[in-house]
């Protein structure tokens, strides 16, 4: 049995029920990167969004077929490859291989069908073809251009007004354009760029062209939702739908979801802005769960200020879920009762949370109280069998819902102090490996057992100094962190 999920469409501006095409069924398409260079942090909330709804239908109940693409023939690509001096294609290539890499350490679900570019070349020839012959496309010295004034609803997803487009226009049209928003479906090839052959010579695609033809091939012509940034909504989305429905005849996409910038300040997050965090270098520094944890903790359809404040408190979060976690793996069972009914509440009041449009730090939210409780009530003392299956089921839904929970625990502990190292830039920290640390704490626990503490008080002013904090096991064991 499916839950019903409510989304916020942005081609209605509200949030409606989703209802698919196919009960039970969810077609999804999220526009991917384009291939051009190393993917920056938020291109890393683009891709966190995609897989959060991705794992919130299933997990709701859905059979989702999931299509991301990769944008692998562009100006960009060119233009870059041609500064580097090698072909457009092989440059991409790298790329999507670089992009892999990165969305591997963001803990994502791999797509159904990733899509590229290069590879629907014979389903973009014949969208243009279709829209020619429909009237809605003209050819001009082997340029094929959308005429837009042909598609009547055109600005319905972004309320652009037509008129005031073409008004608001300030360069001449330019000659072999019919109207000036008119836009380019086919470029004629130019020397050193990629090129196919097509009914207008050789040449390669517009930008706008590329999406309709990838998702048209994998999920047909009408799917139930269409994901991308905020930014894409006009004219890149636009430009989409007008090509898809005046050449498919029927509606495009039914639902629109569109996540907000990542800013830097007042800025959003961008290349051409110089304010850019790549996601490999974040992921070298701090590690990808919490790079994946930080872009996921503000609600998609919020813009999210990027601080230190706000990455410090990430760190937070991951190390409080693992510790939880990994205390969870060790408990004993015991004979400690609580009220196993609010625990059993959990999972479908976080249901509810992620099905009212994806609301991920609602759902949260109630796992936190989870671990609170968990950490309170079992400080001594494991709890019944019957309760500790409970907590563990919650677990294990929020683990598949969000991505949020991993089970390489000391792998992910193990970012957290280097990401609380790099927090301490040129404080004593920085002096002290991970050996000098473990090494400081064997001695200091010698210096008690022997009774030294003007040893031992030493030994732990030096690691406090450091930022260095030691928990002492009731085990004996012992594990630290960073203030």
């Given at each position: 049995m499916v839950q019903e999920v409510k989304v916020f469409n942005n081609l209605t501006r509200s949030k409606e029920a989703l209802k698919p095409i196919s009960e039970g069924e969810v077609k999804f398409y999220s526009c991917g990167p384009t291939t051009y260079d190393f993917l920056h942090v938020g291109n890393g909330r683009a891709l966190v969004v995609g897989d959060l709804i991705h794992r919130i239908f299933e997990c709701l109940g859905y059979k989702v077929t999931f299509v991301r693409n990769f944008t692998d023939v562009d100006d960009q690509?060119?233009?870059?490859?041609?500064?580097?001096?090698?072909?457009?294609?092989?440059?991409?290539?790298?790329?999507?291989?670089?992009?892999?890499?990165?969305?591997?350490?963001?803990?994502?679900?791999?797509?159904?069908?990733?899509?590229?570019?290069?590879?629907?070349?014979?389903?973009?020839?014949?969208?243009?073809?279709?829209?020619?012959?429909?009237?809605?496309?003209?050819?001009?010295?082997?340029?094929?251009?959308?005429?837009v004034p042909k598609f009547k609803d055109y600005g319905k997803l972004s309320k652009k007004d037509l008129d005031s487009l073409q008004h608001g226009i300030r360069v001449e049209v330019e000659g072999h354009k019919k109207n000036p928003s008119d836009f380019v479906l086919w470029k004629p090839a130019k020397e050193g760029e990629p090129s196919w052959d097509s009914p207008w010579g050789k040449g390669r695609p517009g930008w706008h062209i590329e999406c309709s033809a990838m998702s048209k091939k994998f999920l047909g012509d009408t799917f139930d939702i269409h994901h991308g940034g905020i930014d894409l909504m006009f004219p890149h989305h636009e430009n989409e739908i007008a090509q898809s429905e005046a050449a498919?005849?029927?509606?495009?996409?039914?639902?629109?979801?569109?996540?907000?910038?990542?800013?830097?300040?007042?800025?959003?997050?961008?290349?051409?802005?110089?304010?850019?965090?790549?996601?490999?270098?974040?992921?070298?520094?701090?590690?990808?769960?919490?790079?994946?944890?930080?872009?996921?903790?503000?609600?998609?359809?919020?813009?999210?200020?990027?601080?230190?404040?706000?990455?410090?408190?990430?760190?937070?979060?991951?190390?409080?879920?693992?510790?939880?976690?990994?205390?969870?793996?060790?408990v004993k069972v015991g004979k400690k009762e609580i009220n196993i009914s609010e625990i059993n509440e959990l999972i479908p009041k976080m249901k509810d949370e992620l099905a009212n449009d994806f609301n991920?730090?609602?759902?949260?939210?109630?796992?936190?109280?989870?671990?609170?409780?968990?950490?309170?009530?079992?400080?001594?003392?494991?709890?019944?069998?019957e309760v500790l299956e409970a907590i563990r089921e919650v677990t294990s839904f929020t683990q598949a819902a969000t991505g949020l929970v991993h089970e390489d625990i000391e792998d992910i502990l193990g970012q957290v102090n280097m990401a609380r190292k790099a927090f301490q830039g040129d404080s004593g920290s920085e002096q002290l490996t991970d050996q000098d640390i473990d090494a400081l704490i064997i001695a200091r626990k010698e210096a008690r057992n022997t009774k030294d503490w003007a040893k031992a008080d030493e030994l732990r002013d030096k690691l406090s100094s450091a930022g260095v904090v030691v928990k002492d096991n009731p085990d004996g064991s012992y594990s630290w962190t960073f203030k």
């Open positions: 690509i060119i233009n870059r490859a041609n500064e580097l001096g090698v072909s457009a294609l092989e440059h991409s290539a790298r790329f999507v291989d670089e992009c892999i890499q990165d969305m591997d350490s963001l803990g994502m679900l791999p797509a159904d069908v990733t899509p590229k570019v290069s590879e629907t070349m014979p389903e973009i020839i014949s969208m243009v073809e279709t829209l020619i012959e429909k009237g809605f496309a003209y050819e001009v010295d082997g340029e094929v251009l959308y005429e498919n005849g029927c509606t495009f996409s039914n639902h629109w979801v569109h996540h907000e910038f990542i800013n830097f300040g007042n800025a959003k997050m961008s290349k051409s802005l110089g304010n850019v965090v790549t996601i490999r270098s974040f992921v070298e520094t701090y590690g990808g769960k919490i790079l994946r944890h930080l872009v996921s903790s503000v609600h998609y359809r919020s813009p999210m200020l990027w601080t230190q404040e706000v990455v410090d408190r990430a760190i937070n979060d991951v190390e409080r879920i693992h510790l939880f976690y990994k205390r969870l793996k060790e991920l730090p609602g759902a949260l939210a109630s796992f936190f109280t989870m671990i609170r409780t968990f950490n309170r009530e079992f400080s001594t003392d494991g709890p019944t069998l």
